[in-house]
């Protein structure tokens, strides 16, 4: 069987851990001889990969590992890339969150105008990893669950129409999971779901078990009481602010009960509320440096001068799992079904051919073959119709470097009142994101 060489980039990243533990779970399924790190933080990715570096030696020394800054000797000789980057990492999110709130917006890192600043970031790093791969291993396949999702994958399918790279997202996986536990079943992968939208903006409309019995009642009696509320045992939506989110996942499903919503609906359907229920002293973004942050690197140090991971504590994140089986698909055309951001190309008939929807695709060696869909309801198309707008113009505002579209994307968000507060709120991101955008005229 042939063995496989990964990149991950974003090697700096609290989740490149879980990512290592979970490559390492899967090598019975996909085979490594190759495993390095690229990040341009030396300091940040050189405390994770000390730790890697013994968790490789102590469970399959035969992979090949190293860590660097150097794109040459990161990218040459691969055949995936893993990226999930943080242009500006925690501090610039914790901006992204607190700006908007300061103007009594929902402050969140892929939604509305701290999801836009984020965008305005990630575009210009993903772009140049794509340039990376292609001038130093060509034929590979980038698999990016970069944030915002939704965002560089419009910038990916404008700019870069025709690289290998697949846009990826694990929260309906996480929600899939609670959902496979409300049925009392051993894992999503029971399930046969039918799922439509934009990256953190979909719905379910179907859901059936291998013989195609409707699991649909079921699920939606339990999340119209609990939300997708369950007892779980996982190690990454545990904070409260998750709590919350998942119960407030009933109010959503209220609006439109023939469909089961993706969670993240919560910030355009309850702005108000969210805004209402935020700490604006004390955002995600400071539950994530306090609680993960500091655990992963906690953990990373301990190993590093331990000089072994026997007694780590650290795990693997389950909704990774994905990664492999869509790495999987692609080296061995498994033909697996998925869900994927691929352009649209009238698979929702009644939608805009150029949107870059999140929906079920066959995946193989050529990559995704998107599902027909058909046509979707009047609802779901109104609010799509208006976050793909907003998309399509941050990218367009990057690529143009225009003020003008970025303020207009703002104030198309669903999350924002006005054009007044559209503008006060971008004049606030334009001074804080000074080192990372280009300069808008």
Request: glycine letters at 6%.
């Amino acid at each position: 069987m042939k063995k496989f060489s990964v990149v991950i980039a974003g090697g700096g990243s609290t989740f490149t851990p879980g990512i290592v533990l979970m490559l390492l779970d899967n090598l019975g399924k996909f085979p490594i001889r190759k495993i390095k790190f690229y990040d341009n933080d030396f300091k940040r990715q050189d405390d994770i990969a000390k730790a890697c570096e013994i968790i490789l030696k102590e469970n399959a020394p035969e992979i090949e590992f190293r860590a660097t800054t150097d794109p040459e000797e990161a990218f040459t000789d691969i055949d995936f890339v893993m990226a999930h980057i943080r242009v500006g990492k925690y501090a610039m999110r914790e901006l992204d969150e607190k700006i908007p709130l300061k103007h009594g917006v929902v402050g969140q890192e892929t939604c509305g105008p701290g999801g836009i600043a984020y965008g305005m970031r990630s575009i210009g790093g993903i772009l140049e990893l794509i340039d990376y791969m292609e001038k130093y291993s060509p034929d590979a396949w980038m698999l990016n669950y970069s944030n915002p999702a939704a965002i560089v994958a419009e910038a990916t399918r404008l700019l870069k129409p025709n690289s290998k790279i697949l846009n990826i997202c694990d929260m309906p996986i996480g929600i899939e999971t609670h959902m496979a536990e409300i049925l009392g079943l051993e894992s999503r992968k029971e399930m046969i779901v039918k799922y439509f939208g934009l990256n953190h903006f979909g719905w379910w409309s179907s859901i059936t078990d291998k013989e195609g019995h409707d699991l649909m009642p079921q699920i939606k009696e339990h999340v119209a009481k609990y939300g997708y509320t369950v007892k779980i045992d996982e190690n990454q939506h545990t904070d409260a602010s998750w709590n919350d989110t998942f119960a407030k996942a009933k109010d959503i499903f209220a609006v439109d009960p023939t469909h089961l919503p993706n969670t993240y609906l919560k910030y355009y359907l309850f702005p108000d509320y969210v805004v209402e229920h935020s700490n604006k002293e004390y955002t995600r973004a400071n539950e994530v440096m306090d609680g993960r942050e500091k655990f992963v690197f906690g953990e990373c140090k301990k190993i590093a001068e331990a000089g072994t991971a026997k007694n780590s504590e650290l795990h693997i994140d389950e909704h990774a799992s994905y990664i492999v089986d869509l790495a999987r698909a692609i080296a061995f055309n498994t033909q697996e079904r998925m869900l994927l951001i691929v352009e649209n190309k009238g698979a929702i008939r009644n939608f805009d051919e150029t949107a870059m929807v999140e929906i079920p695709c066959i995946v193989g060696s050529n990559g995704p073959e998107p599902l027909s869909i058909g046509d979707i309801p009047r609802f779901q198309k109104g609010l799509m119709e208006q976050q793909v707008a907003v998309e399509k113009l941050v990218v367009e505002a990057w690529a143009e470097k225009s003020y003008q579209k970025l303020w207009q994307a703002i104030t198309l968000s669903k999350t924002v009142p006005s054009a007044t507060v559209a503008k006060e709120i971008l004049d606030d991101l334009i001074e804080a994101n000074k080192e990372y955008w280009p300069e808008l005229k």
